[in-house]
């Protein structure tokens, strides 16, 4: 946002003051609202669209606090800076637990206001940036969601995928969406009206996996008292997905290249062929020309599987992708329950993009619906995540900073993302209450 858009209230009983931040603020190219009593911000705030509002703390009557109170009760898209000439740690800590994004103490330069203005208001853009992208709903007309630009050529490639006739490799880690994948290239296909069948080649016992893809006839082996049909007659028109295709023992492998090359297949018993008018899209979480070299996957079979190889990225690169997909499964969880979709709070979403996610969509969505299931309240918080994803850093670590003093940062922001409940805190840190009480920095300790 350019900052000619941005409105921001200044509130202060010096009229100097007021001055002084208006002509800095002005010269910004900021749109800036005065006020020298809280009030007055009061009616401006509720006929005004203020981004950020810039309060002193000490006040005649109705002090800066409690401008902070009824900005954090009423208004969800507004970012506070609290300014004083009185500054004392406590007063710190309470101006932040309260509310205010930043602190700043008086005298201070304009290039120390402009530097804390610009780093709150970057704050509140990527909080829009997550609200719009976590509230729209996109998805896509290949029943994938996202719009991110990873997602954007996984759509490209599923177009030219499906307009032609050769064979699919899709690539990925486990839980990225292989098989909704190869849906989306199957039924966007001039095959869309035949079936799509899908194998789980690692799922079928070795002794069955000929009879269960090509099917057998009466008498081929004890047991066979009727002729059955296999999955390649089922799809017959249509398309065969072949999930796992490097769990296929070599000597299957044999056989599946046959049907690649021929475009015909046997049924187990019989020696007349049977023609295989099927599309043929394979996937696989593993390193197939890897599995090559080492004598374990047929290179003829790899290079008639990858005549169109599609990878799909891991969740981790799909950017703000995973905002749309939270929202989504919250919605479809919150309805098969019968419950109203809670509202995941900033923090918690930030936390959730900076994981891993070594399960990808697939371990997002199992974590969804637990959340979904065992949250109680309105809204998601960091304490609701699992361990493994509650803490992050907001900005990049300085390396110069004693043990001692990480130990204290850390503490402080567990205290925080549990309301300074010392049970909770301590029982994420892994010590008792009273190892934590001895911890706490005595100025943040007597702010409590």
């Known amino acids: 946002m350019k900052n000619e858009n941005v409105n921001i209230l200044v509130v202060d009983d010096t009229q100097n003051t007021l001055e002084i931040l208006q002509r800095s603020l002005l010269s910004q190219g900021y749109n800036i609202y005065l006020s020298s009593n809280v009030k007055a911000a009061i009616k401006i705030l509720e006929s005004q669209a203020i981004d950020l509002v810039i309060t002193d703390y000490k006040m005649p009557k109705t002090n800066g606090l409690e401008l902070i109170r ?71 007309l290949y029943g ?19 307009k032609a006739l050769a064979t699919v490799i899709i690539t990925g880690e486990s839980g990225t969406g292989k098989e909704l994948v190869a849906r ?40 066979a008292d009727q002729s059955r049909a296999g999955f390649f007659q089922s799809a017959e028109g249509g398309t065969v997905f072949l999930d796992e295709v490097s769990e296929i023992s070599l000597a299957l492998q044999v056989k599946l290249l046959r049907v690649l090359q021929n475009k015909e297949f046997y049924m187990v018993g019989s ?46 690169d799909r950017g703000d992708d995973i905002f749309l997909l939270i929202n989504y499964f919250s919605n479809k969880f919150s309805a098969e329950l019968g419950v109203e979709t809670p509202v995941f709070t900033e923090e918690t979403l930030l936390a959730m993009k900076k994981h891993s996610w070594p399960g ?15 949250t109680d309240g309105p809204n998601i918080t960091i304490p609701d995540l699992p361990a493994s994803m509650r803490f992050f850093s907001k900005e990049k670590e300085s390396l110069n ?36 009480r001895d911890k706490i920095p005595t100025d943040y300790k007597d702010a409590l």
């Open 184 to 223: 989306a290239i199957h039924y966007n296909s001039k095959r869309s009206s035949a079936p799509f069948v899908p194998i789980h080649c690692g799922a079928i016992p070795e002794n069955l996996f000929e009879s269960e893809l090509f099917g057998y006839v009466k008498g081929a082996f004890t047991g």
């Open 271 to 316: 020696s007349r062929p049977y023609l295989a008018n099927i599309r043929i899209v394979a996937a696989t979480n593993k390193d197939l020309l890897g599995l090559v070299k080492k004598g374990l996957f047929r290179e003829d079979l790899y290079y008639r599987l990858t005549v169109i190889s599609i990878n799909l990225p891991p969740l981790k």
């Open 70 to 140: 009824h900005i954090k009760e009423n208004y969800t898209d507004i970012k506070i800076i609290m300014i004083t000439g009185y500054a004392t740690v406590e007063s710190a800590v309470i101006a932040i637990k309260e509310g205010a994004e930043e602190y700043l103490c008086k005298p201070f330069t304009d290039e120390e206001l402009a530097a804390v203005v610009q780093k709150v208001l970057k704050k509140l853009f990527t909080h829009r940036s997550i609200e719009k992208k976590y509230k729209s709903n996109n998805l896509n």
């Open 401 to 436: 900073k004693s043990l001692a003093e990480v130990d204290t940062a850390y503490i402080i922001k567990v205290l925080n993302s549990v309301n300074n409940n010392k049970s909770k805190a301590a029982k994420i840190l892994g010590i008792d209450r009273k190892t934590l």
């Open 144 to 162: 994938i969601i996202g719009e991110s630009k990873e997602t954007q050529k996984m759509y490209s490639a599923i177009e030219k995928a499906a």
């Open 360 to 374: 990808n969509i697939r371990e997002l969505e199992n974590i969804i619906q637990q959340l979904i299931v065992m």
